[in-house]
T-cell receptor, first 113, second 113 residues
């Protein structure tokens, strides 16, 4: 069965520091991969997605993610975090040939001034 | 600007009441989804619909039903609300490509007393 693991429930970084949020998935083939961000009291907004091709994907707000097939990972990175990046981040897997998405449990990011 | 709207941001109901949550999208998307979001559990799929009058159960359909009479509107119904249905409910839509990006509404925080 497909699954998504975000091993870090909470992460705290200082403003200006680099960020990496981890995502591991279990799926029999190459999945569609997504990162979403949820600001407090809001719905989810897509940061970036991977369907195929270049394994390094650029997204909005300066985020990027790298698909590593050998590690079944799709980690999200940002070189310099801003206070406005404080939010909850969700990794999601889409099973090809279905309508189904599976979400991780989320990582809550806190940014220190 | 593409949009998914939900009828209420906050809702308080009593145990046993019938509850309707409405979702409308303006993107002419074929697919629509209802999730519930609980701390530490991420997003769990309740139901989804891939066409008008078509629906499929998600991972946690018990206690819920849905209705899709028009392409742009997807309703979630709690036939007899219970306290364990207190949660954040998120609606999303996507194109039929399949598994295009999901667009999310702002959510409805439902409290059942």
């Amino acid at each position: 069965a497909q699954s998504v693991t975000q091993p870090d429930i909470h992460i705290t970084v200082s403003e200006g520091a680099s960020l990496e949020l981890r995502c591991n998935y279990s799926y029999g083939a190459t999945p569609y991969l997504f990162w979403y961000v949820q600001s407090p009291g809001q719905g989810l907004q897509l940061l970036l997605k991977y369907f195929s091709g270049d394994t390094l994907v650029q997204g909005i707000k300066g985020f990027e993610a790298e698909f590593k097939r050998s590690q079944s990972s799709f980690n999200l990175r940002k070189p310099s975090v801003h206070w406005s990046d404080a939010a909850e981040y969700f990794c999601a897997v889409g099973a090809r040939g279905t309508y189904k998405y599976i979400f991780g449990t989320g990582t809550r990011l806190k940014v220190l001034a | 600007d593409v949009k998914v709207t939900q009828s209420s941001r906050y809702l308080v109901k009593r145990t046993g009441e019938k509850v309707f949550l409405e979702c409308v999208q303006d993107m002419d998307h074929e697919n629509m989804f209802w999730y519930r979001q609980d701390p530490g559990l991420g997003l769990r799929l309740i139901y989804f619909s891939y066409d008008v009058k078509m629906k499929e159960k998600g991972d946690i359909p018990e206690g819920y039903s849905v209705s899709r009479e028009k392409k742009e509107r997807f309703s979630l119904i709690l036939e007899s609300a219970s306290t364990n249905q207190t949660s954040m409910y998120l609606c999303a839509s996507s194109s039929s490509s399949p598994l295009g990006e999901q667009f999310f509404g702002p959510g409805t925080r439902l409290t059942v007393l």
